[in-house]
């Protein structure tokens, strides 16, 4: 592959990456044609897609973008992109590859941080961090709501308790003769 070609690759590459953050790499040599064909169908409709990339050209990309990524590049290598978070994007490629065994996954890239294929997959996703932020938030301010309520609760339930307490009269006090 002469010079020309190999830069005009790399800069499709730095193109199609730059500025893209989740990624999971994976190796799926051994996928025939028509599952491959019928598997990027349906990743596309979910808005990922997949890219077979030479390692030595996309090491260099990937260098030049800011990633140190060293033990992504043995043996063929496929890199996913596209859906909201790392998360989601594990889970599909796992939803999708889960019955064929020829695909092996290598590992990912969060927020440009390189992490474990499984640990992709048990993150969470971006709706689902948000909602765990916002429960705790308000866990603790219903606590701190529980805590004030929680001593004139008591005082009404005595108020309450004496109130509704027969009244009993005293004897009138004998007349002292």
């Known amino acids: 592959m002469s010079k ?9 590459l730095k193109k199609a990456f730059q500025g893209i953050q989740d990624l999971v ?4 040599s051994g996928v025939n044609c028509q599952t491959d064909n019928q598997v990027r169908l349906a990743l ?4 990922i897609h997949m890219q077979v990339v030479k ?3 996309a090491r260099r990309v990937f260098t030049d973008l800011g990633f140190k990524l060293e033990k992504y590049w043995d043996g063929p290598t496929t890199v996913a992109w596209g859906a909201a978070s790392v998360a989601e994007l594990s889970r599909a490629l796992e939803a ?8 092996k996954f290598k590992g990912a890239l969060a927020e440009g941080q390189e992490i474990t294929f499984d640990r992709a997959l048990k993150m ?10 916002i429960a705790l938030a308000l866990s603790s301010a219903r606590r701190l709501m529980a805590q004030v309520v929680a001593p004139a609760s008591i005082i009404a339930g005595q108020v309450k308790t004496l109130a509704e307490r027969p009244v009993v009269e005293a004897p009138p006090p004998e007349a002292a003769g």
Not at 4 to 12: C, F, G, H, N
Not at 44 to 47: H, Q, S, V
Not at 96 to 103: E, L, M, R, S, T
């Open 4 to 12: 020309q070609i190999k830069q005009m690759e790399m800069d499709a």
């Open 55 to 57: 390692n030595s050209l």
């Open 44 to 47: 596309r409709k979910k808005n």
């Open 96 to 103: 999708v590859f889960k019955k064929n065994d020829k695909v």
């Open 25 to 28: 790499f994976l190796s799926s």
């Open 124 to 133: 969470p996703t971006r709706t689902e961090a948000i909602g765990k932020v």
